[in-house]
Nanobody
């Protein structure tokens, strides 16, 4: 059984930085592409970033390009999302997910974590 557990969320101020992490257990981590999604209150879940199994390819949604960085450590079964210059509109629950191929579409992800709250105050 594959499990994903996010951590590192919290309350920060506009312009601050935060790194969220996701540890994967019960599966073969280095075969998965990993993604980060987020869901703000009253809104649909949206794609944030994705990274290929070896870390060689990444994609971001336009609103976070240049501010967020996705990375992974296959030795530690962990994927990270480094978030800089945070804005109030980044406030959401952040979810990590695992897929068998690199994709930005949520329906193509097989496994999901429970989410971690990120709140950015103005």
């Amino acid at each position: 059984q594959v499990q994903l557990v996010e951590s590192g969320g919290g309350l920060v101020q506009t312009g601050d930085s935060l790194r969220v992490s996701c540890v994967v257990s019960g599966g073969t981590f280095n075969i998965y592409a990993m993604g980060w999604f987020r869901q703000a209150p009253g809104k649909e879940r949206e794609f944030v970033a994705t990274i290929s199994w070896n870390g060689g390819t990444t994609y971001y949604t336009d609103s976070v390009k240049g501010r967020f960085t996705i990375s992974r450590d296959n030795d530690k079964n962990t994927v990270f999302l480094e978030m800089n210059n945070l804005k109030p509109e980044d406030t959401a629950v952040y979810y990590c997910a695992a897929a068998y191929g690199l994709t930005r579409f949520s329906w193509e992800y097989e496994y999901w974590g429970q989410g971690t709250q990120v709140t950015v105050s103005s």
